[in-house]
């Protein structure tokens, strides 16, 4: 997933000292062991190999610069989950993802003047639980919904340190609260190759007021869905177009 956030205005704007531009990129690869305990449960247990790559700019007032930083990092984690098939048509699944410690390391430049230096930071990606509930309603017709916990109360701060004896460490406090997200959603076989999906999504705003800033814009968010799916044999292939909007 991506996560961008980018202001177009001026250096000069009262908050470019905030943030200018936030671009959060990250990859999971998790390789996973299933077990099939009885007839009708399943359990699971894997790694979580998770790559994070963020970019940042902000505007600092004492050098009269943006400054832009790139860092990335590989981070590990771990997943359990487990699947119990209540009925014939009834399946119920709880995943387990554990809380991710990134520090990402890289490069800053203060723009302006071409001066560049080392930078790395720490944050906290959450501890999360998610149940969900599957029901084949007919033949073509398969209806779902699940509801995740986010433990973003992990998120206290965000600490960044630069090789730079201009700026030095900083430290950004978050005191983010631990939030729900729920999702409900459908996919109807239209024939035996094409099938459509929609879904809608309601997420809670994890920040803080006191520590609200433009890097995370505050707000519940609510997100609508739809897709198509076109397999055949052993392989499928996928399109979906997603609408957000925010809450203030």
Not at 112 to 122: C, H, L, S, V
Not at 163 to 174: C, T, Y
Not at 199 to 225: I, V, W
């Amino acid at each position: 997933p991506s996560l961008p956030t980018s202001w177009s205005v001026s250096t000069r704007w009262p908050l470019a000292a905030d943030s200018a531009k936030t671009f959060i990129t990250s990859f999971t690869l998790s390789p996973t062991i299933t077990w099939k305990a009885t007839e009708d449960l399943s359990l699971a247990a894997g790694l979580r190999v998770v790559y994070f790559d963020i970019l940042m700019e902000r505007m600092i007032p004492q050098a009269d610069s943006m400054l832009h930083i790139k860092a990335d990092d590989i981070a590990y984690s771990y997943i359990l989950a487990a699947a119990y098939q209540l009925t014939d048509t009834v399946r119920l699944g709880l995943v387990y993802r554990g809380k991710t410690d990134v520090k990402p390391e890289g490069d800053a430049e203060l723009t302006r003047i071409g001066y560049k230096f080392d930078a790395d930071g720490e944050l906290d990606m959450p501890q999360s639980v998610m149940a969900g509930v599957n029901w084949q309603a007919t033949e073509r017709l398969n209806l779902g919904f699940n509801a995740t916990w986010n433990g973003w109360s992990s998120n206290k701060d965000i600490k960044l340190n630069f090789d730079s004896p201009m700026l030095g460490s900083a430290v950004a406090p978050q005191d983010w609260h631990d939030t729900w997200r729920f999702s409900v959603g459908g996919e109807y076989a239209l024939t035996d190759n094409w099938s459509m999906q929609l879904g809608l999504t309601y997420d809670e705003d994890p920040t803080d007021f006191d520590h609200s800033n433009t890097m995370c814009p505050p707000g519940d968010r609510n997100q609508a869905g739809i897709g198509f799916t076109y397999a055949k044999d052993d392989w499928a292939v996928s399109f979906r177009s997603e609408e957000h909007t925010s809450e203030l």
